[in-house]
């Protein structure tokens, strides 16, 4: 159940983002782009699950540098790889620059998803 809340805010997050900012678009229209949302939703899931705990790691003097603010650019490529694995397994998802779409859009989805996340059943009962 956890998991399906996970996707479920990742999903609404990567949406908002994409109505907010020109540069993140997804293709399809109506229920094909229900479809791709909850693959990149997936996608964007595993990335952040996977890769981003290492890339924190390595960046970890940067970060400590810069008081934090380097996870926004960890965050942003995050997002960018989302778009280019998206992009290899048949998924229309699309963030066009880093700093002003990729940056912009994960400060958008981070937000969201600490918010539709407060909103989602977390499995504890």
Known sequence: ???????VANGVALWVASALISGIEFGGQGWAMVLT?????????????????????????????TLGLFLLVVNALMLLLTSWLSGVLG????????????VLGSIIISVVSMFVGMLLPDGRE
């Open 37 to 65: 949302i909850i693959g990149v939703a997936v996608v964007f899931g595993l990335v952040n699950a996977i890769v981003r705990p290492l890339a924190q790691l390595l960046s970890l003097p940067l970060i400590i540098l």
């Open 1 to 7: 159940m956890k998991i399906l809340a996970g996707i």
């Open 91 to 102: 998924l229309d998802f699309r963030v066009d620059d880093f700093w002003w779409d990729a």
